[in-house]
Each structure stands twice: as structure tokens, then as C-alpha cells.
């Protein structure tokens, strides 16, 4: 579970600003399930750049509520959350020593979207919100106000999740501290997994991946391997600590992701045998998948150039507009290509997919 924050401040010395606005949305993966937004009177001025930032003033704050009057909402809404923020040292010292103030300890762990997006997004040109996420064909909405950087937290991190493909990020945020009895905890794992078709990956206690599967159905694909009774499972359903999932809204990328993951993670529990790559070419050098992705807005693309799968991305492509340059930001590369022209190659042998578009590098699209 994750916090994701931004805050706005008066600007001023290290460790005397105040927050003037915070927005909180609580994000499992998924879905935001709760959300805060606030302004706050910080009983200081503001600094006049600060003002002209964001345009907030200090006779918008004088009816606001203080930060004390707050200060539960935020504790109830990030507990047993990561928190994540673009720059998340300074959002994080600004609640800290807020809460310093009031005589209170808040502690969270957190991670910082930009050293995750320095890592995951190599080579941009810069690593600010806006222009990372014009980069990365993010809409932004209210830009330098905390709702609307916040919401776009929530939009870039999720990408950062898909470009994950080690799967890092869950293994430094998983928790599970719920000490009920094993049955129950099964159960406990099943109820929050959807009926939709994707990839699950099964952790131990330390998050490691030790098994990975796939379905047209989350849920139950999960149920069968609990109530399996051969060796391999049994052993799964005793080191089982959590069950994360990828949705993946068609069987092509289902089928890619899986095989991709086996390759790359290995899980310890997973049969995995050597496959047979192909060495036929496709039928066009360089050309775009088109599939239906996991919400009905929303895109899968594949990219093939030079007859090599370069990798995939999750996309609304009405904010594209058909620009290959900011598709290509949002790809995650493919490092195994050989196995994924082959996964590629015989699924398109023996299925229909959703659309192919052909370009030529010199024209784009």
C-alpha cells in the first residue's frame, strides 16, 4: 500500500516552512482507494515567489485548518503505507518536522520517484515532474498545486511499477504483519485479488518472487494452486507471504509477460523449460502492436524495429497523438528479445491481434 504525496509550502528556511497544501492519495498498486486534499493555514507568510508558483496566498489560508487539525487524517490515511513522493526527502521532511512541532514521531518509509525514475526512465533530459511527465505523455492538470502534482505522482509511478520488471519496488515495500492462523491468511490473499486476466507473482516473507503464474482470472488461478496437494505447491502455500498481481488485459501480453519474467526472475518454484527460439523474420521491419489494454481507455503497444522487439507500454494514445518519440519514452525496453520475438512471432502464427501499424523510421508514423 502507498501514500502518494505532494505538499506545498511557504518557502523560507530549511526546516521553518509550512505546508500551505497537501494532497494525499492512497494507492495499492491499482486503484487510488481513499484520497486527502487540503489547504493549511501554515500561521506564517508565504514567500512572494511561492505566491506567484502556485498561486496561493495568504488570505486564501486564513479560513483553513491548521496543521494540527489535520494532523490525525494524515496519520489515519498513510498508516501501514510507503510514502512516495517526486522528491520524496523534502516532502518527507516537511511532515517530519510538522510533526516534530506538535511533539509527535512520524515515521514512514518512502521512496523518491525520481531516483526511481532515474533508474527505470534513463537518459531524459530532465527529471522534473512536468517535464518528465511531458515527456512520458502524462497529462498534468494544475500544475505546482498539490492535487494535481500529486494525481501525476500517482500516473508516473504506476508506469515506474510497469517498467519494474525485477519486481525491486515490491520486494523493499512488502509487509505482511496480519498473525492470523495460515487458512486465514490464504483466504485473506485471495479476497484482494481480481477476477481478471493477468500475471501474479507469489512472494515469501522476505518479498522475494518464488513462484509466478497466469490466467484469464487472477483469483482463481491462484485458488487452484493453493488447493493443489503435490510437493511443488505445498511447499509454495507454506512460504507464501503475499501475492502480488499485473493485469494485463489480453492474452498476448499475458503470455509475453510471463515467459519474459520467468526468464529474468527465475523463480525457485517454477518449472522452466528451455524454449526453441525462432529465427524467422516477421513480415515488416518496423511496425506497432496495437492491443487492448487493462481499463477500456487505455492501449497496449509493442514496438518492433529493425525486426527486433524492443519492448511494451500501457498507454491512452488520444494523448499521444500518434508521436513515436514519446511512445518510445514510455516503453520498457525488452532485454530478452530473441525470446520475445519468439513468444511474438507464434502467437501472431495462430491468433488474431487487435491492430498492426507499419512505419518507417525516417517518417515515423
Excluded at 505546508?19 to 491499482?30: N, P
Excluded at 525491486?168 to 490473499?189: A, M, V
Aim: proline share 2%; charged share 30%.
Amino acid at each position: 500500500m502507498y501514500a502518494i504525496v505532494d505538499i506545498e509550502t511557504t518557502g523560507g528556511k530549511f526546516n521553518e516552512e509550512g505546508i500551505t497544501e497537501i494532497a494525499i492519495y492512497k494507492y495499492d498498486g491499482h486503484t487510488i482507494i481513499d484520497q486527502f486534499i487540503s489547504l493549511v493555514n501554515p500561521e506564517r507568510e508565504i514567500q512572494e515567489f511561492v505566491v506567484k508558483l502556485t498561486g496561493i496566498n495568504n488570505k486564501m489560508l486564513r479560513n483553513a485548518p491548521k496543521f494540527h487539525e489535520v494532523a490525525k487524517r494524515i496519520i489515519e490515511i498513510t498508516e501501514g503505507c510507503v510514502i512516495i513522493a517526486h522528491n520524496a526527502s523534502f516532502d518527507y521532511r516537511i511532515l517530519r518536522t510538522e510533526y516534530n512541532r506538535l511533539g509527535y514521531d512520524y515515521v514512514r518509509d518512502n521512496l523518491c520517484t525520481v531516483q526511481l525514475s532515474k533508474k527505470l526512465i534513463p537518459d531524459q533530459d530532465s527529471y522534473s515532474l512536468g517535464k518528465l511527465c511531458r515527456a512520458l505523455g502524462i497529462p498534468v492538470t494544475d500544475r505546482h498545486r498539490a492535487s494535481g502534482d500529486a494525481l501525476a505522482t500517482v500516473k508516473l509511478f504506476k508506469l515506474l511499477l510497469d517498467k519494474d520488471t525485477d519486481k525491486k519496488i515490491l520486494e523493499r515495500t512488502i509487509k505482511f504483519t496480519d498473525n492470523r492462523n495460515h487458512k486465514l491468511k490464504i483466504n485473506s490473499i485471495l479476497e484482494e485479488l481480481p477476477e481478471k486476466e493477468g500475471v501474479f507473482y507469489v512472494h515469501n516473507e522476505n518479498g522475494n518472487v518464488i513462484f509466478i503464474g497466469r490466467g484469464k482470472n487472477i483469483r482463481l488461478e491462484v485458488n487452484k494452486l493453493f488447493l493443489k496437494e503435490n510437493k511443488r505447491a505445498e511447499k509454495i502455500k507454506t512460504k507464501v507471504d503475499v501475492v502480488t498481481y499485473q493485469e494485463t488485459g489480453n492474452q498476448l501480453f499475458t503470455r509475453l509477460k510471463y515467459y519474459l519474467e520467468l526468464d529474468s526472475i527465475k523463480p525457485k518454484y517454477n518449472l522452466i523449460r528451455k524454449r526453441k527460439l525462432t529465427h524467422l523474420d516477421f513480415n515488416h521491419d518496423h511496425f506497432l502492436i496495437i492491443e487492448k489494454g487493462r481499463i477500456p481507455e487505455e492501449n497496449l503497444i509493442i514496438l518492433v524495429e529493425k525486426n527486433n522487439v524492443i519492448g511494451y507500454a500501457f498507454t491512452n494514445l488520444s494523448y499521444q497523438r500518434n508521436q513515436l518519440e514519446v511512445l518510445k519514452n514510455l516503453v520498457t525496453t525488452i532485454e530478452n528479445k530473441p525470446l520475445a520475438k519468439t513468444i511474438i512471432k507464434n502467437y501472431l502464427l495462430n491468433n488474431s491481434v487487435g491492430k498492426i501499424v507499419r512505419y518507417e523510421l525516417e517518417n515515423n508514423l
